[in-house]
């Protein structure tokens, strides 16, 4: 069975992330978060469909299998590939910030399809952590890649790495092409002959309706794709916008 044929035959359903060993016919019991929120939040009960990700590429159709206050276990019933992985491998490198804006920085990254991301201490960063405040940052940073990963569709979940010195960092490189965001650089991306002016139009979470499309295609709107990842509806206008913007803007 694959991907497309379990969602047919369910519909829309909760997606998690396990990291488990997959088995068409096995059997697992879901980490307490997980199972605390099928069971409370969602009130998924016995038989309940859902689809599972190992991390590593795989995903599973599953289905409640036994639902009491001291477990939940599920039931494995078909085993695909998982999709929506960018053929370009991004590795990102990330200077620490405050806030939540590290959070927001590493959701966006792993719904644009980013491979790996490293946090770096940068010599105007202002954020050094050491010891157990870092390990803390980092398996919270780990479990915002994991949780982006279960809205964007992706079975694979890019690693977020220790956070070190910049200047480790660039030792460590050998992908072909490095680039780097400078502000006061004199370099710009080429364009190409473009329109003078663009209307956008983006829909709520869950997308448009077919009324929607068919009103839109009416006034001469063209349907358009961001690719295989479902993105957040504050992230499609941050990338179709840097798409315009690169392609016919100043970008």
Not at 51 to 80: H, M, P, Y
Not at 166 to 194: C, I, V, Y
Request: hydrophobic share 40%; with cysteine; glycine share 10%.
């Amino acid at each position: 069975m694959q991907a497309a044929d379990w969602y047919a035959a369910h519909g829309k359903m909760p997606r998690l992330y396990v990291p488990a060993t997959f088995e068409v016919g096995g059997t697992l019991t879901l980490p307490e978060g997980p199972a605390r929120h099928l069971t409370r939040v969602l009130r998924m009960g016995e038989g309940a469909p859902l689809v599972l990700f190992d991390g590593n590429g795989q995903e599973a159709g599953a289905r409640l299998s036994d639902v009491s206050r001291k477990c939940t276990t599920i039931t494995l019933e078909a085993l695909w590939p998982g999709e929506g992985e960018s053929p370009f491998a991004v590795h990102l490198g990330q200077a620490v910030s405050k806030g939540d804006r590290m959070d927001y920085a590493i959701q966006k990254a792993v719904e644009l399809g980013v491979a790996a991301i490293t946090p770096l201490y940068t010599e105007r960063g202002d954020v050094r952590l050491k010891g157990e405040r870092e390990a803390k940052k980092l398996a919270h940073w780990q479990a915002v890649a994991a949780s982006a990963c279960e809205q964007c569709g992706r079975a694979v979940v890019p690693p977020v790495h220790p956070p070190q010195p910049l200047d480790e960092w660039l030792s460590q490189r050998d992908e072909p092409l490095r680039l780097m965001l400078h502000l006061a650089t004199g370099n710009a991306f080429a364009q190409a002959p473009k329109p003078v002016a663009a209307a956008l139009l983006i829909g709520p979470e869950g997308g448009l309706t077919p009324d929607d499309i068919t009103a839109a295609q009416a006034a001469d709107f063209i349907p358009l794709t961001l690719g295989p990842r479902v993105l957040r509806t504050e992230t499609a206008p941050v990338v179709a916008l840097t798409l315009l913007q690169h392609h016919f803007g100043d970008l």
